[in-house]
């Protein structure tokens, strides 16, 4: 199947928009010092159909980190590379129940991530970018993601100075996972190139090309490149079904019925397969770190334009 045509497509999205702009609930995240100043009346969404046909309301273009979302598409460059069977044997991709920067996680399961959704699996992940030094690997991971948003994702080198300043729990899980040999490179480097990732700029229509990408099987629907094998989607999507959404993975997908990744700067990405991607941006959070408004969108706009992978008519 395929989007409702563009009309009806950019109706929904326009009302959704205007549905739950007016919603304030939730707390922007503060425990990276540079997020706390973003404004929480920010808005925006986009939806980029698979055959590149975009709709952008409210704040689509405000730049913004693109946070724990920058995890599902480098799992994607790392399978890409290593082949989806080896990079689960080393990952894993069940949910953990237990918040995004849990260290009890790895404690409960003998040092074995279990995700790569969550940070001990996106550090993990990491570590196995291909490249010799971290400045190859580095390369790899912004031109990857680049040809995902069809145009060169850059660093707000604000936030990263602020995260790695406070990223102390981030350094303890790289070093607990090398204490347990499941990291596959220098814990130091590795928590830095992690922290580069989620610091790039993104917004939510770069966002969208990029779950759109997932969506077309890994071409990206607007500029027409190839960024990874449609192999690679199905996994990611897979994983994303699994924990995109923290422990609130399983009420996504019981109430939106579509793989999601969400960060704590404010961005959610869904993906219909075949479909389209949809992205929003609004910066308060649940108690999972999910965006509060975006959840609320993404549920309504599933629902009218009957995107629910598990519905049979
Ligand atoms: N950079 C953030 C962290 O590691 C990303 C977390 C998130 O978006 N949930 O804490």
Redesign the pocket.
């Known amino acids: 199947g395929e989007l409702p045509d563009r009309d009806r497509v950019r109706g929904f999205v326009d009302d959704a928009h205007a549905r739950f702009a007016g919603v304030d609930d939730g707390f922007v995240?503060d425990?990276?010092p540079a997020l706390a100043a973003a404004d929480r009346h920010l808005f925006g969404l986009s939806m980029v159909a698979a055959d590149g046909v975009s709709h952008d309301v409210g704040d689509a273009h405000h730049p913004f980190?693109i946070?724990?979302?920058?995890?599902a598409f480098v799992y994607a460059l790392v399978c890409q590379e290593l082949g989806h069977e080896a990079v689960l044997d080393r990952i894993g991709v069940d949910g953990t129940g237990l918040p995004?920067?849990s260290v009890m996680a790895l404690e409960l399961n003998a040092g074995a991530t279990m995700n790569p959704m969550?940070?001990a699996g996106?550090l993990a992940t990491t570590s196995l970018l291909p490249g010799a030094t971290s400045v190859d690997k580095w390369e790899v991971l912004v031109s990857g993601l680049s040809a995902f948003a069809g145009r060169r994702l850059v660093v707000d080198e604000e936030v990263y100075a602020s995260?790695a300043a406070t990223?102390q729990?981030?350094q303890a899980i790289a070093r607990l996972l090398q204490s347990y040999g499941t990291i596959y490179a220098d814990p130091t480097e590795t928590t830095d190139i992690?922290?580069r990732q989620?610091?790039l700029l993104v917004t939510a229509h770069d966002l969208a090309v990029m779950a759109a990408t997932l969506a077309d099987g890994g071409v990206n629907p607007v500029t027409r490149e190839r960024v990874v094998d449609a192999a690679v989607c199905r996994a990611v999507l897979a994983a994303l079904a699994t924990s995109g959404l923290?422990e609130q993975s399983g009420r996504w997908l019981a109430t939106i019925g579509l793989p999601g990744k969400?960060?704590?700067?404010g961005g959610i990405i869904t993906v219909a397969p075949g479909k389209g991607g949809l992205a929003t941006f609004s910066p308060p959070l649940d108690a999972a770190?999910n965006s509060v408004r975006g959840r609320l969108a993404t549920r309504y706009l599933s629902q009218a334009l009957g995107l629910n992978i598990f519905a049979s008519a």
């Open positions: 995240a425990y990276i980190s946070q724990s979302i920058s995890k995004f920067d969550v940070n996106a995260e990223n729990r981030n992690y922290t989620c610091s923290y969400s960060g704590v700067s770190g």
